[in-house]
């Protein structure tokens, strides 16, 4: 697999070194929240630092339920892709914004679709269908999720045991 070679990601980073100046909150904390499904489907181990704060606490439920801290949450999250390949959709996103203390919620929707690589169960899938209720805060290199709830909204569709 190397789908890293069709996403100009360099482009991406340095979009994201402009924000600060030429994008309003609103739009920093959304290019936060839609540099994740970059991170996680294309596998991009350092790109978790530009999505998550380092002290982050996420809880993606199951055997996810508990990371703590940056290393657990990339390690956690790219442990359980392992083997699949994944789109995450980012749908309904609602921000709200404390300018005074640099602090904000969002809830974002996401359908993830994970589809097995593995010779021996290519082509199988599930369809994962839920929400993120993060916290955001803004830190020197912008702003990043401090915490993030996950949240299923159905059951998952396909095959089960890969989600
Ligand atoms: C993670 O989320 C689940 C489902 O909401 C909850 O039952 C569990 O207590 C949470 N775990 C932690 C460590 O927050
Ligand atoms: C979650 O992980 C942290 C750090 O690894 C640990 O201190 C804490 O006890 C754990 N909490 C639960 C509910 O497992
Ligand atoms: C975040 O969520 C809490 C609880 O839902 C809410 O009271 C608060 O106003 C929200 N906004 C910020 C910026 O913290
Ligand atoms: C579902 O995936 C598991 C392992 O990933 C595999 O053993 C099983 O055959 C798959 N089932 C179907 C119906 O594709």
Redesign the pocket.
């Known amino acids: 697999m190397h789908l890293h070679r069709h996403l100009p990601l360099l482009a991406i980073l340095a979009s994201t070194a402009l924000a600060k100046s030429t994008l309003t909150t609103f739009e920093q904390i959304q290019q936060t929240l839609n540099t994740y499904p970059l991170a996680i489907d294309f596998k991009n181990g350092p790109l978790f630092t530009s999505v998550f704060t380092q002290d982050a606490f996420a809880n993606y439920t199951g055997p996810l339920s508990n990371l703590t801290g940056i290393d657990a949450v990339r390690e956690g999250l790219l442990a359980s892709v392992a083997g699949l390949a994944t789109q995450h959709q980012l749908g309904t996103t609602l921000i709200?914004?404390?300018e005074d203390?640099k602090?904000?919620?969002s809830t974002t929707y996401f359908t993830a679709n994970l589809v097995s690589v593995a010779p021996e169960t290519a082509g199988s899938f599930t369809v994962l269908f839920g929400l993120y209720r993060d916290?955001l805060v803004e830190t020197k290199e912008g702003w990043r999720i401090s915490r993030r709830q996950l949240e299923f909204m159905t059951p998952n569709l396909g095959n089960l045991t890969l989600g």
């Open positions: 709200d914004i404390d203390s602090e904000a919620n916290d």
